[in-house]
């Protein structure tokens, strides 16, 4: 496992819980010549930010336009930056990012999602 910071292991900064969540985010970069949409596996997410897989190699530091959909199949649009990229040698990159001009109401219903989840466990 390789870290774009050399590191193996990553030192966990995160300010909220982050929650699994079934979901599809399509991206698209915003400064990009190409509108493209990309399917990525959401591996956690956040009311600030979001872990997920992609074929796709993604830029640390690129905004990326994306639509979220949610358990309730409402979808979220937002921006995200990518922050974090981990390269793997036999799956898909690994990426973390923050959202960027996400709603209180949208970030909201993460949140609620959340609560819900750990009640259940």
Do not use: P
Request: hydrophobic share 35%.
């Amino acid at each position: 496992m390789n870290a774009d910071d050399g590191g193996e292991y990553m030192e966990e900064r995160r300010r909220n819980t982050r929650t699994d969540m079934e979901a599809e985010l399509l991206v698209k970069r915003l400064d990009g010549t190409t509108g493209e949409k990309v399917m990525v596996h959401v591996l956690d997410v956040s009311k600030t930010g979001i872990g997920f897989q992609c074929q796709e190699e993604l830029e640390k530091g690129a905004v990326y336009e994306c639509l979220l959909t949610l358990w309730t199949k409402e979808v979220i649009h937002a921006f995200i930056e990518v922050v974090r990229v981990v390269k793997k040698e036999e799956e898909d990159n690994q990426y973390g990012g923050i959202f960027i001009g996400m709603t209180d109401m949208d970030a909201y219903r993460i949140e609620v999602y959340q609560t819900v989840q750990e009640y259940k466990h």
